[in-house]
């Protein structure tokens, strides 16, 4: 039986995915791994080493069970993903996890798999070579520095020998710095793109074609900017695939773009090329003091902007918004709620997602705002009629739960690729 197992779920399943295609790149024998969503299957197997990626949100689910299991039989458990990388003291202390990769794991996972190998899956100072790594050594925490892969498609999103396929992570890293989101920095402020003649060589294996980017429209810019020559390069490289009889959804789930960057030639360019006639963006709200406070680097103008110029093309949009932002009045949410009308009454869709404080970010230690009653009646109306979408009573609950463990266990970013500021102190 394999001696390493990785632990897929339905949320770390396109990370793992895209990791796995890097070690196999990398020469590490994927028969070496038991690679299972059936976490009963890996207790059976009894392996060495169980592989873990999880978002903060998770830890309140099956992990803290499924962890004490698996010490139980003496497993060196390894972490990684956003909650890892943000806490990982955390994530060893608390958690009860052995090692913790902190940042991009491409490299560092196929570096760490085979020294553990070596050195009979056992802590040694052997790991004090490898970069990205938290872990207790004789006693003390060693932290390893952050691991960075600049080019990071020097690596296949899936492995060829496995059949696992997920949305193809097409740029990495975004320029804007939005106050409530991990992505920059941990990603880093300056995108980078995987190169059009990879994106196009690996969705041949994919019957929808679909894309992961915090920016859909920026490909080929450093991001702040609309390179329309690189955007078309690349979706035209796609069209062979369509004439095949694959489909192209750009600028949708699991995407989305910037509201700015919806202009008609960037509509234009969809029609041509793409089969999706929904286009995500997010407006986060309809107060213009609020997206200045959270540092979105957009106004309301745009958003408005943005839906008129779906509308006109024949695209229905799809508007995310926050609720409960820091510091947010009851006027700021009269003001969301006026766009969300606006929105709906245009013949789009609102998404709507309660705040939550996410460790690493500069609003970690921010507290939500309460709802006002206008907006709770709002909300409970609209999605009794279809017309929002999105799950912000369930994480008005988790966003508690996330205030609570930034109270007692906060950590002061040490591992990120640019410094976070924390602009609300408590």
């Given at each position: 039986?394999?001696?390493?197992?990785?632990?897929?779920?339905?949320?770390?399943?396109?990370?793992?995915?895209?990791?796995?295609?890097?070690?196999?790149?990398?020469?590490?024998?994927l028969?070496?791994?038991?690679?299972?969503?059936?976490?009963?299957?890996?207790?059976?197997?009894?392996?060495r080493?169980?592989?873990?990626?999880?978002?903060?949100?998770?830890?309140?689910?099956?992990?803290?069970?499924?962890?004490?299991?698996?010490?139980?039989?003496?497993?060196?458990?390894?972490?990684?993903?956003?909650?890892?990388?943000?806490?990982?003291?955390?994530?060893?202390?608390?958690?009860?996890?052995?090692?913790?990769?902190?940042?991009?794991?491409?490299?560092?996972?196929?570096?760490?798999?085979?020294?553990?190998?070596?050195?009979?899956?056992?802590?040694?100072?052997?790991?004090?070579?490898?970069?990205?790594?938290?872990?207790?050594?004789?006693?003390?925490?060693?932290?390893?520095?952050?691991?960075?892969?600049?080019d990071?498609?020097?690596?296949?999103?899936?492995?060829?020998?496995?059949?696992?396929?997920?949305?193809?992570?097409?740029?990495?890293?975004?320029?804007?710095?939005?106050?409530?989101?991990?992505?920059?920095?941990?990603?880093?402020?300056?995108?980078?793109?995987?190169?059009?003649?990879?994106?196009?060589?690996?969705?041949r294996?994919?019957?929808?074609?679909?894309?992961?980017?915090?920016?859909?429209?920026a490909?080929?810019?450093?991001?702040?900017?609309?390179?329309?020559?690189?955007?078309?390069?690349?979706?035209?490289?796609?069209?062979?695939?369509?004439?095949?009889?694959?489909?192209?959804?750009?600028?949708?789930?699991?995407?989305?773009?910037?509201?700015?960057?919806?202009?008609?030639?960037?509509?234009?360019?969809?029609?041509?090329?793409?089969?999706n006639?929904?286009?995500?963006?997010?407006?986060?709200?309809?107060d213009?003091?609020?997206?200045?406070?959270?540092?979105?680097?957009?106004?309301?103008?745009?958003?408005?902007?943005?839906?008129?110029?779906?509308?006109?093309?024949?695209?229905?949009?799809?508007?995310?918004?926050?609720?409960?932002?820091?510091?947010?009045?009851?006027?700021?949410?009269?003001?969301?709620?006026?766009?969300?009308?606006?929105?709906?009454?245009?013949?789009?869709?609102?998404?709507?997602?309660?705040?939550?404080p996410?460790?690493?970010?500069p609003?970690?230690?921010?507290?939500p705002?309460?709802?006002?009653?206008?907006?709770?009646?709002?909300?409970?109306?609209?999605?009794?009629?279809?017309?929002?979408?999105?799950?912000?009573?369930?994480?008005?609950?988790?966003?508690?739960?996330?205030?609570?463990?930034?109270?007692?266990?906060?950590?002061?970013?040490?591992?990120?690729?640019?410094?976070?500021?924390?602009?609300?102190?408590?």
């Amino acid at each position: 039986m394999p001696e390493i197992a990785v632990r897929m779920t339905k949320r770390n399943h396109n990370a793992f995915v895209h990791l796995i295609g890097a070690l196999e790149s990398q020469g590490f024998d994927l028969s070496e791994l038991l690679i299972t969503k059936d976490f009963g299957e890996i207790l059976r197997a009894k392996p060495r080493v169980v592989l873990y990626s999880f978002f903060t949100e998770e830890i309140w689910g099956s992990l803290p069970e499924e962890v004490g299991l698996l010490k139980e039989r003496g497993a060196l458990l390894i972490a990684g993903g956003y909650h890892a990388i943000a806490m990982p003291k955390h994530t060893l202390n608390q958690l009860g996890f052995d090692i913790a990769v902190i940042g991009e794991g491409e490299e560092v996972l196929y570096q760490l798999l085979t020294t553990l190998k070596k050195t009979d899956y056992k802590i040694t100072g052997d790991l004090l070579n490898i970069r990205g790594l938290a872990f207790y050594i004789n006693g003390e925490f060693t932290f390893t520095g952050f691991a960075k892969v600049e080019d990071f498609w020097r690596f296949p999103p899936y492995p060829e020998s496995v059949r696992l396929i997920s949305p193809i992570e097409i740029s990495r890293g975004c320029p804007f710095g939005c106050y409530y989101c991990q992505t920059p920095y941990i990603k880093g402020f300056r995108m980078r793109h995987r190169p059009i003649d990879q994106i196009v060589k690996y969705s041949r294996r994919m019957k929808d074609m679909r894309y992961i980017t915090p920016n859909a429209f920026a490909y080929g810019s450093p991001g702040a900017i609309l390179k329309l020559n690189k955007l078309e390069a690349l979706l035209k490289a796609l069209q062979p695939l369509r004439k095949e009889g694959r489909r192209l959804f750009y600028g949708t789930f699991p995407s989305e773009v910037r509201p700015e960057f919806v202009l008609p030639e960037t509509l234009e360019l969809l029609i041509d090329y793409a089969d999706n006639r929904r286009l995500a963006i997010g407006a986060q709200s309809g107060d213009d003091a609020m997206l200045k406070a959270m540092h979105r680097l957009h106004r309301i103008e745009h958003v408005k902007r943005a839906v008129e110029y779906m509308l006109d093309y024949g695209f229905e949009p799809v508007v995310d918004f926050i609720v409960g932002l820091p510091n947010e009045s009851a006027e700021s949410q009269r003001k969301s709620i006026e766009l969300m009308k606006w929105v709906m009454g245009k013949g789009g869709k609102i998404r709507a997602h309660y705040f939550m404080p996410l460790p690493g970010t500069p609003w970690s230690r921010c507290k939500p705002s309460p709802l006002s009653d206008e907006m709770k009646k709002f909300l409970g109306r609209m999605a009794a009629k279809g017309k929002i979408e999105g799950s912000w009573g369930n994480q008005m609950e988790l966003s508690r739960k996330l205030q609570r463990l930034m109270d007692e266990f906060y950590e002061e970013p040490m591992s990120h690729t640019v410094p976070v500021r924390d602009v609300c102190r408590r």
